[in-house]
């Protein structure tokens, strides 16, 4: 009885859903072949997944940052000389619903393929603690670093990085 329990509600409506992950589904690439930083936002996603998708730029050199909206976005005022911030924010409309992706990445403009490329930052491969290295070598000094030739009386010195006073 409990399997036929078991079977009648997965074959009835016992179902599991996917996430869905939209932001994974969108991208943008900047046009080649000109010195004028224009972008293209692209998505992965048919028109009958989402209502619509709005897309919002900011573009940034070391002096001014520019905006723009659409899925693609024109920058005149960049120079192919700056390093440039490009972000943009992908408003998802789907059922009522909005879903917000946001991406950010510099680029800078490749001379020799005549187009804006992303700078590639790398990920950490590895991170080492540092350590320290004390040496003990017994000499003392007081507390303004002046290395001392004998053990002051009632005077707090420094031997092998701890502090002493010595009482007669």
Known sequence: MKKLLVVLLVA????TQAQVSWCDSLSYTAVPGTQLLTLVGNTS??????DSITWSWAVCDTNMCYSSVGDTA????IQPTDTVKVCYDAYIYF???TYVCTQ???MVYDGFSYSWVLMNMGNPTGIKEPTLESINDNKMYDLLGRELTEVPVGVMYIRNN???IRIK
């Not at 996603?45 to 989402?50: A, H, Y």
């Open 95 to 97: 059922m009522g619903a």
């Open 12 to 15: 009835l409506g016992l179902q």
């Open 74 to 77: 024109y920058f005149q005022m």
């Open 104 to 106: 950010c990445d510099s």
């Open 162 to 164: 701890k502090k002493y």
């Open 45 to 50: 996603l048919s028109p009958n997944m989402v």
